[in-house]
């Protein structure tokens, strides 16, 4: 964390959220400690509080299946922030996993955005975060996604539910530092977001390592401005807060 907090400093960012995962799907691991990662967020503050606000955000898999686990490991502490993820399809298939491509690419992605469309109808969190993932996964074991056209209306039930919730999405830029060529999600899908009356929108670099911090958030600000956006959304005590861009 130590390490996340002086490249956030460095790059010149005024703010983050650590957002460990807590996934209790069937090829997880069970590694989360909630009162160590609170320590450790409070041992950053005390040492970087005067150059970056800190906030303790969480990254659950799956919120609506996995409620009461999450629930119980929010009770913890107070929470900033809350991202909602889908990482298997709706049969619970990792997406992340070579072997989950060995069905057709369309089947492959449908049941993949059928997942998102249930993870946000349902569950709590405040983010919806990289909406297209599956589009990631698949191009890093140089496999061809068509894009999110055959799946609109599902991608689309998505963001009406999250619009409908008063929930966001995040542009999510780790298959930029992957050499892919585009963020998750894609402009398109932003376009139909703020289209349909999006406002709530995060950045967020998904950084499993302090070199990745806040990496390509210039070209997620360019997108962002070229569907509409002027603001973009910070969170504390899971309360919504806005900066101009």
């Known amino acids: 964390m130590a ?14 959220a650590f957002t460990d995962h807590l996934d209790y799907g069937p090829v997880d691991p069970d590694y989360f400690r909630p009162a160590e990662f609170l ?17 303790t955000g969480i990254e659950v898999g799956e919120p609506h299946l996995f409620a009461d686990q999450a629930a119980a490991v929010l009770a913890q502490g107070a929470f900033d922030f809350v991202l909602g993820s889908a990482h298997y399809n709706v ?10 491509f060995d069905q057709p690419m369309d089947e492959a992605c449908s049941t993949y955005f059928e997942m998102v469309a249930r ?12 909406l297209d993932l599956i589009k990631r996964d698949a191009r890093k074991f140089g496999l061809e996604y068509d894009g999110p056209g055959p799946y609109e209306d599902l991608i689309r039930e998505a963001l009406r539910s999250v619009i409908s919730r008063g929930k966001g999405i995040e542009i999510n ?13 894609s402009l398109e899908i932003l376009r139909w977001y703020r289209e349909m ?3 709530i929108l995060t950045l967020g670099s998904d950084a499993h390592k302090s070199e990745f911090v806040g990496a390509h958030f210039g070209r997620a600000l360019e997108m962002a ?3 509409g956006f002027t603001r973009l959304t910070r969170f504390e ?3 919504t807060r806005w900066v101009e861009i």
């Open 3 to 16: 390490d996340v907090c002086e490249a956030a400093i460095g790059r010149g960012l005024e703010e983050i």
């Open 39 to 55: 320590a450790a967020l409070a041992d950053c503050r005390e040492r970087y509080g005067d150059r970056l606000t800190i906030r």
């Open 91 to 100: 049969h619970m298939q990792a997406g992340w996993l070579r072997d989950y």
């Open 119 to 130: 993870v946000a109808a349902g569950g709590d969190f405040d983010v919806l975060s990289h």
């Open 173 to 185: 830029t780790s298959p930029l530092y992957r050499g892919q060529d585009e963020p998750c999600p």
């Open 197 to 199: 009356g999006g406002e």
């Open 225 to 227: 401005r070229s569907v």
């Open 237 to 239: 005590k899971r309360q």
